[in-house]
């Protein structure tokens, strides 16, 4: 509009625009407010754009690969953690046809009679197809957590058994509590899984048991035909036991 107050184009031949200009100025206060409101809006999609610019460079591509990795990663953590373990390797060997020493000696076949295991469901088992493996022989209090540990680590690493068997020879505890003690000494292996066999006549303790009273796990190592390879009293973890393990493989 012209200074003058004529409707038409001014001199500059600028378009018509009817601007109002309030008397007051806080008739302005709305429009104020959705004006920073929408810079608010503006300034966050700038730094969003920025933040998306490496991923959005070269399209969808990018995002689709980093998360097949994430995917990944996670699920190979959870398959290590939590995935199957390598099976103890099952009885195929047959029993030696002529060991060098008699059953139940060094050199020898496991001594002849039956064991009950009792990991998972309850079954009735011949001694001498406990193996191949580690048979540990387990007095009251023993304090062999750690040699526990260790052979279960090893009999997992070289794909073979490990069972423990209670020395209830002189013990006054009920069986049922001795068996629960032998199970809760069994769960703190976390390196592998131990098989926990119920020896109800005592045979094993009887054959390969040091006197009873006397401290420490005894560990008979039998090899896949069925011959005693090593007997080994309260033996402490290291090489030397590692070495020995290996060999039954």
């Known amino acids: 509009m012209r200074p003058d107050g004529d409707p038409e184009p001014d001199d500059y031949g600028l378009p018509r625009v ?39 460079r ?9 998360g097949a990795l994430l995917v990944a990663l996670v699920s190979g953590a959870l398959m290590t953690v939590f995935g199957p373990r390598p099976a103890p390797r099952p009885t195929g060997s047959l029993l030696a046809p002529h060991p060098s020493a008699a059953p139940g000696r ?15 469901e309850r079954r009735t088992t011949a001694l001498r197809e406990l193996r191949p493996g580690v048979i540990g022989i387990v007095p009251p209090a023993c304090g062999c957590e750690r040699l526990v540990a260790e052979l279960a680590a090893r009999t997992r690493e070289y794909e073979l058994n490990f069972w423990m068997a209670a020395d209830r020879r002189k013990d006054p505890a009920p069986a049922a509590e001795t068996l629960k003690d032998l199970q809760a000494l069994a769960g703190s292996a976390h390196g592998g899984t131990p098989r926990i066999i119920d020896d109800g006549q005592g045979i094993l303790a009887g054959t390969y048991g040091r006197p009873p009273g006397s401290p420490g796990l005894t560990a008979v190592l039998v090899q896949p035909d069925g011959v005693v390879a090593h007997v080994l009293y309260a033996p402490q973890p290291g090489p030397e036991l590692t070495e020995k393990v290996k060999s039954l493989s």
């Open 18 to 56: 009817d601007v109002v200009v309030p008397d007051d100025a806080r008739e302005l206060d709305r429009d104020v407010v959705a004006y920073h409101r929408e810079e608010r809006r503006r300034r966050r999609r700038d730094r969003t754009r920025r933040l998306l610019r490496p991923f959005t």
């Open 58 to 66: 070269y399209g969808v591509a990018i995002p689709i690969i980093a």
């Open 106 to 120: 060094l050199g020898g076949l496991l001594p002849a009679g039956n064991v009950t295991e009792v990991s998972g």
